[in-house]
């Protein structure tokens, strides 16, 4: 029963209109179609041919968001996120859907331990300077 005694409760905030439940948007599941995690700072990129997205009729509008997101500049999962006022983990499924789909790849940030030692930097560029 509702607040107010009818038997009919409904989804539905004043506020905010009509709630969708996240695990709507990505029919129940917790992990995207992408077999590898989505790191916050990793950067989502659109496929040159993902230009029109609003006309594929397999995709739902938070799909088509991300996309026309990601057109403008590449962004990261965060700031999808952020832009679709969305969790992380529903952005991390919807995007890995896309990513199945080759409409968007993703860029990933370069582990610590793979980036160059700062003393073989510096010794670059003491070689630089020398000459």
């Known amino acids: 029963m509702s607040d107010d ?3 009919n ?3 539905y ?3 905010a209109g009509p709630v969708v439940r996240p695990y709507a948007m990505t029919r129940g599941r917790t992990a995207g179609a992408a077999r590898h995690r ?3 700072i990793a950067l989502v990129v659109p496929e040159p041919h ?3 997205a609003e006309a594929d009729q397999t995709l739902s509008p938070e799909h088509v968001d991300i996309i026309q ?3 403008e500049a590449p962004q990261s999962v965060a700031e999808l996120a952020s832009s679709l006022d969305l969790p992380i983990g529903v952005v991390r499924v919807l995007i890995g859907d896309l990513v199945e789909d080759e409409l968007v790849h993703v860029t990933r940030p370069v582990p610590p331990a793979e980036l160059p030692d700062e003393s073989i930097l510096r010794d670059v560029i003491t070689g630089l300077r020398a000459l």
Do not use: E, K
Request: aromatic share 6%; glycine share 6%.
């Open 5 to 7: 005694g009818s038997a």
């Open 9 to 11: 409760p409904h989804w």
């Open 13 to 15: 905030d004043d506020d």
């Open 38 to 40: 989505l790191d916050l």
């Open 50 to 52: 993902a230009d029109d």
């Open 69 to 71: 997101l990601c057109q």
